[in-house]
């Protein structure tokens, strides 16, 4: 198992819970059989395996971490397609290798947010062969800026939303 520098957050199960029923575009849940398998699974951050009852649902990352923190991020916010379960689900397994859905040489971004989640930055990774290394120094590069507390990754082709880091967690 590879220890990371930081948690990959997945999507908290009231969260999910609420996305199983109307996701953050106020569309209806639509579970469907994936036969092939593949896709991220942001409930338990792996990919999904063949054969298992999944859902691309609408979530908005930022709004649900403003709801919690009292943040205002006004224009900022922004909602997005991702895979989840469509049943409960275990979550993600404790012991954790590297990051999730990392593999050398996908491009990802890793964006800044501060305490008023507004966009305060970022970068584009190319995951390095050394991946859980690449991830844990664009996360150091990005809490070095003391006004940054929140980061997301995303996948650059897709726009997909894969995790969000904290501050001390
Ligand atoms: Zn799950």
New binding site residues.
Partial sequence: MTTTAYTPRPITPDALAQLRDVDDAGRPCVPYVDPEGGDP?R??LRAVEPGERVALVSYAPLRRWAAESGARPGAYDEQGPVF??ADP???PARERDGYPYSRAGALRTVRRYNAEGRIVGGRLLEIPAEETKGFDAAFDEAFADPEVVLVHVRAVEYGCFHFEVRRDV
């Fill in positions: 699974l409930c338990c989840i379960h689900c275990e979550g």
